[in-house]
Nanobody
């Protein structure tokens, strides 16, 4: 089982930067794929970025590619989302999520339905 806690959200002007953190507890972290998702008001929860268990594989939604970067530090049980050149349309609640498996190779899914564990979310607001 994995428990997740997000932090680092806040209010920032367009063009600014934020770094979100997802701190995990539980023995399954190193065997877990981690994803970042976001949900704006009245919108569905959508994939932002995902990272493989080793950190060697990273994936970003087209809407954030080149601006956001996901990374992980397994020694600290933490995943980060560095967000640069923020836009008002990035405004949302950001969630980290995890799923784990004992299989040798597991994919980074983009569907939130494939993730078993979720944090409580952190609000990111970008003003124009």
């Amino acid at each position: 089982q994995v428990q997740l806690v997000e932090s680092g959200g806040g209010l920032v002007q367009a063009g600014g930067s934020l770094r979100l953190s997802c701190a995990a507890s539980g023995r399954a972290f190193s065997s877990s794929v981690i994803g970042w998702f976001r949900q704006g008001p009245g919108k569905e929860r959508t994939f932002v970025a995902g990272i493989s268990r080793s950190g060697g594989g990273t994936y970003h939604a087209d809407s954030v590619k080149g601006r956001f970067t996901i990374s992980r530090d397994n020694a600290k049980n933490t995943v980060y989302l560095q967000m640069n050149s923020l836009k008002p349309e990035d405004t949302a609640v950001y969630y980290c999520a995890a799923y784990s498996s004992s299989r040798t190779s597991i994919p980074v899914y983009r569907s939130p339905r494939m993730y078993d564990y979720w944090g409580q979310g952190t609000q990111v607001t970008v003003s124009s």
